[in-house]
């Protein structure tokens, strides 16, 4: 037990400061640290936790970080309907939603009326209960009277707090002492990017709020944890609230520590509303997540009762959306790709068009139920479309534009790839090459698969690399790759001794990898980065894995019986026992237990500090091989850091260093301390 002065002191200055470094990433996006340390911070919290476990509060950061398995949501009654908004594409309907609104107050007697304008984030709606000032439950929409209890879920987002603070609170309270805020949980596009990345081809998330909306009803609230969802406020509602104006209670909720979106704006005249509108209409691309228009709230909320709602929607706000941005081009030409699990694709090849600030050349066709749906021919004109960040589609043909040249897309009958015949099951969308193992096509979607970033992390293998590899019969799969010998390697093209080389050493770096990254690795159908991670801890070997029943494996949180059903059929492949004794000979991790590669103690009791970019090590990699070796990565220099490792285009800290006299390294210095 590490020896702790003062416990309480200490958990509460970490929990301190992990909110402020919450606050500094998601709302002010002016991170301090990077996340390596920051989950530093977050274990030397959760390990103080773990040894005064008397000293664990509902409000601390360690609570986010989820752990919780619920099996099913029980369902909860909002305190009032979550109504949803009127929507219009159209500036005059906007017009006429302020007039409609400033005759009804004109029958009150209110000759003022303010209007608020919020951006709409393009996400879930979740009601969040406060009582007391703590946390106490927070809900889906569900259908506006009942929704889900995900509280879990919810706690794991670092931009809702976990307790508000009471001062502030104390006064809308109530007799119920309840507050309740509402708002939208969103994925940024860069964590949603990420996420898709760690996803397989065929589960990937169309847009972030897909992936949103699929994040919070995971059962397992460590993995929405590590998804990093955001939430914006935009309802403030205690008991005794009528005399603010929702301008005043955004202001509030970012006080208390909401995210409110920022871009809020007070609007006296439809001009300034317009204003508003056609502003963001360009800018909102640069944002670091979606939205998808402009909410206008009557900001005097004394008002808001009296002009009522429909059965859905409210009479004191409407929600204008943008236009999804369109272009006209040509379809020039259809390919079929296949995937690496033998699946086709058509994609269409369009003339170039500019859209959305980006040249789009091609766009997927998904299968031929949808080439089917739009009626699309080769040659014809089509209108592409672009939502957020997601892939462009052909939304429809000109038909009245159709050339007399135009030739229908027929559907293939034999595999680009290898010419088998390929095959339709029923009540499937897609053509299949049945040819699995021989197709070359699918056997390099396989192997770039296996390489990739989230999975061995072989980042010398590239696409024409493979390609050659697959061509010439060097590799069947992408256990061979760990067979090839320097001499066949320096024959291919473009292909000297020194990248041969390098070749050789990134595979046999990727040996070090966990049994979980090469769970993910295999290509199992329907197995990402999080069910790779959830079958390792449930099945510690791929022997155990192999041997579990569909039942078994249907019973590991959210692994549902399509999941169990693809891992069942990939073990009962009848060259798996081949791929196996290749795996093992080729000494890869087939077990969580196995101990890893037994390293030596040379950073013993070191602290390190890494500033500016290593030239063959990231970040993360670079740490790892210190704290392997006894060592303590650091964030910041002081006279105690032991040492810093300069790299390229070193920060201010490398300067401060010199100053007080800490020893600099080289990566190359660094590079030799390691073996
Ligand atoms: S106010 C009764 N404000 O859009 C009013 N909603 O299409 C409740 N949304 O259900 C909603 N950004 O999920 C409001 N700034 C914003 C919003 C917003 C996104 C969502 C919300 C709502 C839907 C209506």
Redesign the pocket.
Same mark, same amino acid.
């Given at each position: 037990m590490t020896n702790i002065i003062c416990p309480q002191e200490e958990i509460a200055k970490l929990r301190q400061e992990i909110e402020r470094h919450n606050h500094l990433y998601y709302i002010d996006a002016k991170p301090e640290l990077s996340d390596f340390d920051f989950d530093r911070l977050l274990e030397q919290l959760l390990s103080l936790e773990r040894q005064f476990p008397e000293l664990v509060t509902p409000d601390s950061p360690s609570q986010r970080v989820g752990g919780t398995i619920t099996r099913e949501f029980p369902s909860v009654q909002h305190r009032e309907p979550? $109504?949803? $908004?009127s929507?219009t594409y159209s500036l005059p309907d906007v017009e006429e939603f302020c007039n409609r609104v400033r005759k009804l107050l004109l029958l009150e007697g209110v000759q003022e009326q303010e209007m608020v304008a919020? $951006? &709409?984030? +393009? *996400? %879930? #709606?979740v009601s969040l209960l406060y009582r007391d000032g703590l946390l106490v439950r927070g809900a889906t929409?569900g259908d506006g009277r009942q929704g889900d209890d995900i509280t879990a879920n919810l706690k794991t987002i670092a931009t809702i707090p976990l307790r508000i603070e009471s001062a502030l609170v104390a006064d809308l309270q109530g007799e119920e002492r309840e507050v309740e805020v509402? *708002?939208?949980v969103f994925m940024r596009k860069d964590d949603f990017e990420r996420l898709n990345e760690s996803r397989p081809e065929e589960d990937r998330f169309a847009n972030p709020r897909n992936a949103t909306a699929g994040t919070l009803k995971l059962q397992d609230s460590a993995e929405v944890a590590r998804r990093r969802m955001c939430f %914006?406020a @935009?309802?403030l509602k205690g008991l005794r609230d009528e005399s603010t104006v929702h301008f005043s209670r955004l202001e509030l909720l970012s006080r208390l520590g909401f995210f409110t979106?920022d871009h @809020?704006r007070l609007c006296h005249a439809v001009e300034d509303i317009n204003a508003f509108i056609e502003d963001w209409a360009a800018k909102r691309w640069q944002l670091p997540y979606e939205? +998808? *228009?402009v909410?206008l &709230?009557l900001n005097d909320v004394r008002f808001r009762e009296k002009l009522g #709602?429909t059965a859905k929607?409210?009479r004191w #706000?409407i #929600?204008y959306k943008y236009p999804a941005q369109q272009a006209r081009t040509v379809l020039n030409n259809v390919l079929f790709q296949v995937g690496r699990l033998g699946t086709i694709t058509p994609v269409a090849e369009l003339q170039p068009v500019l859209l959305a600030g980006s040249t789009v050349s091609r766009s997927t066709l998904h299968n031929f139920d949808e080439i089917e749906r739009l009626n699309v021919m080769i040659h014809d004109r089509v209108i592409i479309e672009k939502s957020g960040e997601v892939i462009p589609k052909v939304v429809r043909t000109i038909p009245e534009e159709r050339p007399a040249d135009a030739r229908p897309i027929l559907a293939p009958t034999h595999c680009p790839s290898c010419g088998t015949s390929l095959v339709r099951p029923e009540n499937e969308v897609s053509y299949y090459c049945p040819n699995e193992e021989q197709c070359p096509a699918q056997i390099k979607g396989r192997v770039l698969h296996f390489a990739s970033r989230n999975a061995m992390d072989i980042q010398t293998l590239g696409d024409a690399l493979v390609e050659q590899l697959v061509a010439r019969g060097l590799i069947k799969g992408p256990a061979d790759l760990y067979f090839l010998q320097e001499p066949q390697l320096e024959k291919l093209e473009r292909m000297g001794t020194k990248s041969a080389q390098n070749i050789l050493h990134a595979l046999e770096k990727s040996r070090q990898k966990s049994y979980e990254h090469l769970l993910y690795a295999l290509g199992i159908r329907h197995v990402g980065r999080a069910t790779a991670r959830e079958l390792s801890q449930a099945c510690p070997s791929i022997d155990t894995l192999r041997q579990a029943s569909e039942e078994q494996l249907a019973t590991i949180p959210d692994i549902g019986p399509v999941v169990a059903r693809s891992i069942i059929d990939y073990f009962a492949k009848p060259t798996w026992p081949d791929t196996l004794e290749k795996l093992r000979t080729a000494g890869l991790p087939l077990s969580a237990s196995e101990p890893r590669e037994q390293v030596n103690r040379n950073f013993e009791g070191l602290s390190v500090l890494f500033t500016g970019g290593l030239e063959r090590y990231d970040r993360q990699t670079a740490s790892e091989l210190v704290l392997e070796r006894g060592g303590r990565v650091v964030g910041s220099v002081s006279k105690k850091t032991g040492m810093v490792v300069a790299g390229q285009d070193p920060g201010s800290k490398l300067q401060k260093a010199l100053k007080l006299g800490v020893r600099v390294v080289t990566e190359d210095e660094f590079e030799s301390m390691l073996s």
């Open positions: 979550m $109504l949803s $908004l929507n919020e $951006l &709409k984030f +393009d *996400g %879930v #709606a929409r509402r *708002g939208e %914006v @935009y309802y979106g @809020y939205t +998808d *228009g909410v &709230k #709602a929607s409210p #706000a #929600a």
